[in-house]
Each structure stands twice: as structure tokens, then as C-alpha cells.
């Protein structure tokens, strides 16, 4: 009577990524990406983002997590399977080495002097 496995068709996958509500404002529906899969790191599988859910998730020790879900523009590979994890990058546009650098001090600032 125990389930041994499950069988789940491959096709129409889509990831489901989480980002951290200090990253959110800069993630738009249909930005570019790409997600390595922790299973085979070296491949890169690019990525757009179909939808972002406002709704913030409390995750732990992480704080506030929101949920995208991103369409996969490769075709199925052999090897995936759903519930695989791994890292994302999403493309937000340009920003200047000063910005990179700089912007999480700034926000620290602006949300501890905000008053």
C-alpha cells in the first residue's frame, strides 16, 4: 500500500523562483533570465518571466520571499524532472559599479532615518 513512485510528464514545465522582497521592486513580467539547475550546474537554461505574484511568503530565517513563475524557452532535456532545484539570475537592466556597490547601504539608510 506505500507509493513507491510517481510519474509526471516533462513537458510543460515552468520554474518557480522565489526572490527576497529587497529584490522584487527591480523584477518585471516578461524579463529575461536564465536558471542553472543544481544537478547540472554548467547548463545555463534560459528563462522569461511569465508572472509575479504579489503576495509575500514568510520563509524563516529569510524573511519575506515572493513567487514568480518563469517559462522555459528550451526544449525538455532527458534529464529534468519536476521539483529539481537550483539557482536563477534575471536580467533587470543596466546599472552603473557605483549602484551595485552602494545600493543596499542606501536603502539600510533610507529605512532606519525614514521618520
Partial sequence: ????F????????YAT?????RQMRHIQAGASGEVALLSHADHNIPIRVSSVIPVAQVKG???NQFMITAELLEAPQAWWRPGMTGLARIDVGDKSIVWILTHRVVDNLRLMLWW
Fill in 6 to 13: 510517481k510519474l509526471a510528464k516533462v513537458e510543460g514545465l
Fill in 61 to 63: 530565517q529569510e524573511g
Fill in 17 to 21: 523562483l522565489m526572490v527576497s522582497e
Fill in 1 to 4: 500500500g506505500d507509493r513507491i
